[in-house]
């Protein structure tokens, strides 16, 4: 098992700008959710893919946005970059068909910083 | 609203000495809930779930307890490699996908 790796580990934005996270999914594992967590808070539901689609959402403005592709890999794309956008993007995996109670394999993490 | 309070906020303990994180939750029905465990740098590594009132976990010096407003984590013995932040999370009967997370707790175990 290669567990959940996200790139890239540190990334420095301007306000305005677009930005692509990547992560790939530990082995076996085709759910896929996507989270913020600001300083000294707990992650924020953002979005979750299974089988290429969205099935959950959580309060996050269109401006963010998914992708996951056949090999179960995933993408977070936000647009027109906020201050507050700063944060750590963590993605988060686990397998399909197991009782819900699995709990999910999470990456490292991205560090993203808007200035 | 659903929702997730931890406390304390921060927890310092000395090696060995026992003590108990409190984690409150307003769901509309409860799926499950769920332990996390977060060093710094990286990302939450689960713990346990637990599912029903009067359910407890157990791993190693580590042990989970749900209740139907409140899970208690209850730390025996701690050494200074469970220093660590402990996140609590819930998922409601309704949700097939959003986990909602707690604040954490911040714990140090002082050798």
């Known amino acids: 098992e290669t567990g959940v790796t996200q790139s890239p580990t540190h990334l420095i934005k301007t306000r305005g700008q677009q930005v692509t996270l990547r992560c790939s999914s530990q082995?076996?594992?085709?759910?896929v959710s996507w989270y913020q967590q600001a300083l000294g808070q707990g992650p924020q539901f953002i979005f979750q893919?299974?089988?290429?689609?969205?099935?959950g959402r959580g309060n996050f403005p269109p401006r963010f946005s998914g992708l996951q592709f056949p090999n179960y890999s995933s993408e977070l794309n936000v647009n027109a970059l906020e201050l507050d956008d700063s944060a750590l993007y963590l993605c988060?995996?686990?397998?399909?068909?197991?009782?819900f109670g699995y709990g999910y394999t999470f990456g490292s993490g991205t560090r993203l910083t808007v200035v | 609203e659903d929702q997730v309070t931890q406390s304390p906020e921060a927890l310092r303990l000395q090696e060995g000495e026992s003590s108990s994180l409190n984690c409150s939750y307003t769901?509309?029905?409860?799926?499950?809930l769920f332990w996390y465990r977060q060093d710094p740098g990286k990302g939450p590594e689960f713990l346990f779930t637990?599912?029903?009132a009067g359910e407890e976990k157990e791993k190693e010096r580590l042990k989970a307890t749900l209740t139907k407003k409140e899970s208690f984590l209850h730390i025996t013995a701690p050494k200074p490699e469970d220093s660590a932040t402990y996140l609590c999370?819930?998922?409601?009967?309704?949700?097939?996908?959003?986990?909602?997370f707690g604040p954490g707790t911040s714990l140090s175990v002082i050798p």
């Open positions: 637990l599912y029903s």
């Open positions: 999370a819930v998922q409601a009967e309704t949700s097939y996908d959003k986990v909602i």
């Open positions: 893919y299974y089988r290429e689609e969205e099935n």
């Open positions: 082995s076996g594992h085709n759910t």
């Open positions: 769901v509309s029905g409860l799926r499950g």
């Open positions: 988060a995996s686990r397998p399909g068909g197991v009782g």
